[in-house]
């Protein structure tokens, strides 16, 4: 008994210096890594709301796609606010990132916010399964999508 404490005792000590390895890794991280990171994440948002359209529209997939769809783009809008450090904008690697971004901040702050309410309003869409709140709701989350596109994606 004795014996099996000190080794968890050994595996939360290990745990917790993995999550403070990882925690500076990402402090560091390189504004360049950040640009290709956001783009990677925001393709599956992308891909997410092409898969949930394809069932609005022409009925493709199942009632549980449209759910994954929205927890992935759930966990985007959640994400999302911790992407946007200075220095990368359009102009760094493949960033079309409007310096907007940085010079409206509250702007753009109300536009993420506008973000993850839809994004969490489609996931609760999505679990009811009723085709035509799903739609609707796809509309709005697009519609939040294009506004911050609109004004801060080249
Ligand atoms: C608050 C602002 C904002 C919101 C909301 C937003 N985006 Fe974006 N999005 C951006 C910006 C800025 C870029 C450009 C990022 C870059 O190039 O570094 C971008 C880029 C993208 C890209 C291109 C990724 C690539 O491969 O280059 C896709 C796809 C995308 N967004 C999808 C979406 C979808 C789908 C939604 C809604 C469900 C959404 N975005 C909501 C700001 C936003």
New binding site residues.
């Given amino acids: 008994m004795k014996h099996r404490f000190g080794t968890m005792v050994a595996g939360i000590v290990a745990a917790a210096s993995l999550a403070g390895f990882v925690a500076g890794a990402q402090a560091q991280q390189d504004p360049l890594a950040v640009?290709e990171a956001?783009?990677t994440e925001?393709?599956k948002?992308?891909d997410a709301?092409k898969a949930a359209a394809g069932f609005v529209r022409d009925g493709r997939g199942t009632a549980a796609d449209v759910q994954a769809a929205a927890a992935t783009?759930d966990a985007v809008a959640k994400a999302f606010p911790g992407w946007w450090p200075e220095g990368t904008a359009a102009g760094l690697g493949?960033?079309?990132?409007k310096p907007g971004?940085w010079t409206n901040p509250d702007d753009?702050k109300a536009?993420?916010t506008a973000?993850q309410t839809e994004a969490a309003a489609f996931v609760v869409a999505a679990a009811g399964g009723d085709k035509a709140a799903i739609g609707d709701q796809v509309g709005k989350?697009g519609g939040?999508?294009k506004a911050?596109?609109d004004a801060?994606?080249e």
């Fill in positions: 640009v956001r783009k925001l393709k948002a992308g709301m783009i493949k960033s079309e990132a971004i753009f536009k993420t973000f989350l939040s999508c911050c596109h801060y994606r």
